[in-house]
Nanobody, 122 residues
Framework: QVQLVESGGGLVQAGGSLRLSCAAS????????VGWFRQPPGKEREFVAA????????LYAASVKGRFTISRDNAKNTVYLQLNSLKPGDTAVYYC???????????????WGQGTQVTVSS
């Protein structure tokens, strides 16, 4: 089992950047595929990005590809999401999630954090 805690959210102007962190408990973090999701106000939660257990493979939603970058540091039990060129449409609660598996995925994660708010002003 793994517990996840997100941080790094905040208020930023359009065009700005933020870096979100997802800190995990446990010694076996490297066994988990990790994903980032977001839930805009009044909308359903949507996939943003995922990273393989080693960090060598990544997957992105089309809406963020080229602007967001997912990375991980297994020695620190942390996954990051770098958000660049932010738009008001990126405003959402951002969640990280983990799954003890081999393949990158856009859904079916077992473990979730509590979320961190990102607000982009125009």
């Amino acid at each position: 089992q793994v517990q996840l805690v997100e941080s790094g959210g905040g208020l930023v102007q359009a065009g700005g950047s933020l870096r979100l962190s997802c800190a995990a408990s446990g010694r076996t973090f490297s066994r988990y595929v990790v994903g980032w999701f977001r839930q805009p106000p009044g909308k359903e939660r949507e996939f943003v990005a995922a990273i393989s257990r080693t960090g060598h493979s990544t997957l992105y939603a089309a809406s963020v590809k080229g602007r967001f970058t997912i990375s991980r540091d297994n020695a620190k039990n942390t996954v990051y999401l770098q958000l660049n060129s932010l738009k008001p449409g990126d405003t959402a609660v951002y969640y990280c999630a983990a799954e003890e598996g081999l393949e990158l995925r856009r859904s079916d994660y077992d473990y979730w954090g509590q979320g961190t708010q990102v607000t982009v002003s125009s």
